[in-house]
């Protein structure tokens, strides 16, 4: 496919980033290898200075990789795509490429568990310190700029509690300020969400979520200017958290149905998400699509739906959320999300068991919460296997 400006999103979801070989196969082939073989020592040398472009060693450059790297792009209307190992691979990776010690972040206090350890334990002690503030608040934002600031890091919406960032104002605050924006949009994916078009410099992915979407791979991706995705790739090149061919295979047939997906689990999560406001075991219930929630309208002016995460808190403590999880015979009991499977979990005792009682608290993670990612299953048994929980709270 040559010019992806012309089509639709899921046509490119379908189409993009493939490139037949020889033997002009219509699926995109997997390229299960580890390095290419040059066609002399001149070629091979032009090749790892870069000078003729072209694959060398699948650390770095892999063609099925490629063709995920450049449909993810086109989704996300990125000039350039790196793709990592994980979610947590394209964090670092984003981080090790752009920043350096002395650098500042600024990130939101609602960050994905493993996101908020790497920001607030580990990045510290290569010189690379962290801010956090509440997510909603862009006074509080603005204030954390520091002259060393080089990037905000949002995730919108957050995990568990679904709270937006309202990314053109924060672009806009950084922006003046010469300071960066990336966005983990893993939440919403490029079908719910273009971060880009909306000011942000820099999208991440863990595409273990919903671009599979069905719970089989590990992958992250990290997509934006060139510039900027280049600087990411030098440390991939060096540091290895590539993403494996297989994975990237896997990952092009999730994105094929990844419109359709997220079409049928944001309305299921819609439904759902009514039927549990209404219920007498629930204090409340966080989702984007309600009124209730505090940025609907930011939601529907941002995002396409309201995504299909709903997380609700119990009438109790931790014994009752988790007689909830305990009940579910259908639901999975796994901290994973995106998957056409619909999964609960109990955010204070998983995902952010790792992060301390006070950031949990600051996060607004309480102990009789719970976290349902939303399949594709019929949403009347979600409501019986939750139902079932939900009587004995
Ligand atoms: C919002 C968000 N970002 C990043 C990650 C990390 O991704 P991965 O598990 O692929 O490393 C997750 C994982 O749950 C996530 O929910």
Redo the contacts with the bound molecule.
């Keep these: 496919m040559e010019d992806t400006g012309q089509f639709h999103l899921e046509t490119l979801a379908v189409r993009a980033g493939q490139e037949r070989s020889q033997f002009n196969e219509h699926a995109e082939a997997l390229y299960l290898t580890s390095s290419f073989v040059f066609e002399s020592a001149a070629q091979a040398a032009a090749r790892f200075s870069g000078e003729e472009a072209g694959n060398v060693y699948s650390r770095f450059t892999n063609p099925t990789v490629t063709a995920f790297q450049s449909r993810l792009a086109a989704l996300e209307g990125a000039e350039a795509c790196v793709a990592t190992a994980?979610?947590?691979?394209?964090?670092l990776s984003l981080v090790m490429g752009l920043c350096s010690a002395g650098d500042h972040l600024v990130a939101s206090n609602g960050?994905?568990g493993?996101?908020q350890q790497l920001f607030s334990a580990i990045l510290p002690r290569f010189g690379v310190q962290t801010t956090f503030v509440p997510q909603t608040d862009a006074a509080a934002w603005a204030a954390a700029i520091r002259p060393e600031t080089k990037l905000f890091f949002l995730?919108t919406p957050?995990?568990p509690l679904t709270e937006l960032a309202d990314i053109p104002a924060l672009v806009e605050i950084a922006h003046a300020r010469g300071v960066l924006v990336a966005v983990?949009n893993?939440?919403c994916t490029p079908i719910l969400q273009r971060p880009l078009d909306l000011g942000a410099d820099l999208v991440?992915h863990?595409?273990?979520?919903y671009i599979d979407g069905q719970g089989r791979v590990?992958?992250?991706a990290v997509a934006g200017a060139k510039i900027l995705t280049d600087e990411v790739l030098k440390f991939l090149r060096t540091a290895g958290p590539t993403l494996s061919a297989f994975n990237a295979w896997v990952l092009l047939k999730g994105m094929e149905t990844l419109k359709l997906r997220m079409q049928a689990q944001s309305a299921s999560a819609l439904e759902l998400a009514r039927w549990l406001e209404a219920h007498p075991k629930v204090a409340r219930v966080y989702y984007p699509g309600l009124p209730s929630h505090p940025q609907h309208t930011l939601a529907l002016r941002q995002q396409q739906s309201g995504g299909a995460i709903v997380s609700f808190e119990v009438k109790g403590d931790r014994r009752a959320a988790w007689a909830v999880v305990d009940h579910c015979r259908l639901l999975s009991i796994t901290?994973?999300?995106g998957d056409t499977k619909t999964t609960i979990t109990h955010p204070a005792s998983t995902?952010h068991g790792r992060v301390t009682p006070e950031q949990r608290a600051a996060a607004g993670i309480t102990e009789g919460l719970l976290r349902v990612a939303v399949g594709l299953e019929a949403v009347n048994d979600l409501m019986v296997d939750l139902d079932r929980g939900l009587a004995r709270v």
């Design positions: 994980s979610g947590m691979s394209a964090i960050l994905f493993a996101t995730e957050s995990n983990d893993c939440f991440v863990s595409a273990t979520k590990l992958g992250g901290a994973n999300l995902t």
